[in-house]
T-cell receptor
């Protein structure tokens, strides 16, 4: 079974440009999460999809970040326009549909974003 | 507020030594889940263990063991007879039962030298 995949693995952009990150969850996983780790700090939650619906987007830093999950399969996270403080590693995770208790989240390899 | 603290930023050991990574958590929930993830140099987060708040039995998996103590709000991770391949950043995390999101500690970087 394929794990969570993310593309690209690295992205270097100039301040003010746009970047789109992609995440393909494990097949059959309805839950999809985005997290971010800014250098040296903890990994922080950004948002949670259940199928194509945003269940919780309380961690999204501001309206420069837009996440989508059309059709309930893969998800994209767009940053427009990018700022220096957006640099970090963006992780995607997925889990089975919940059945009362939270299931284990399986993570992808992350996308390292550098904004110059 | 919920919080996970990993006070050890970096630990260095020599191969075959035992090492314990500390994790202390804060939550007001009576039902919660705790996790450990490993991040090797390749970058991905690898799931190691999931423990719910009602199960205080210690767990052993090969050279890995976990000690969950609700009385001290700790969920410590011990690697016995460490190996170079154990070198990684280890994250402890707490699941927010209401929202399903994970709350992570800042991680502990373990370096095992030959």
């Amino acid at each position: 079974e394929a794990g969570v995949t993310q593309f690209p693995s690295h992205s270097v952009i100039e301040k003010g440009q746009t970047v789109t990150l992609r995440c393909d969850p494990i097949s059959g996983h309805d839950n999809l999460y985005w997290y971010r780790r800014v250098m040296g700090k903890e990994i922080k939650f950004l948002l949670h999809f259940v199928k194509e619906s945003k269940q919780d987007e309380s961690g999204m830093p501001n309206n420069r970040f837009l996440a989508e999950r059309t059709g309930g399969t893969y998800s994209t996270l767009k940053v427009q326009p990018a700022e220096l403080e957006d640099s970090g590693v963006y992780f995607c995770a997925s889990s089975h549909p919940s059945s009362g208790s939270p299931d284990t989240q399986y993570f992808g390899p992350g996308t390292r974003l550098t904004v110059l | 507020a919920q919080k996970v603290t990993q006070a050890q930023t970096e630990i260095s050991v020599v191969e075959k030594e035992d090492v314990t990574l500390d994790c202390v958590y804060e939550t007001r929930d009576t039902t919660y889940y705790l996790f450990w993830y490993k991040q090797p140099p390749s970058g991905e987060l690898v799931f190691l263990i999931r423990r719910n708040s009602f199960d205080e039995q210690n767990e052993i998996s090969g050279r890995y063991s976990w000690n969950f103590q609700k009385s001290t709000s700790s969920f410590n991770f011990t690697i016995t007879a460490s190996q170079v391949v154990d070198s990684a950043v280890y994250f402890c995390a707490l699941n927010d039962y209401n929202t399903d999101k994970l709350i992570f500690g800042t991680g502990t970087r373990l370096q095992v030298f030959p």
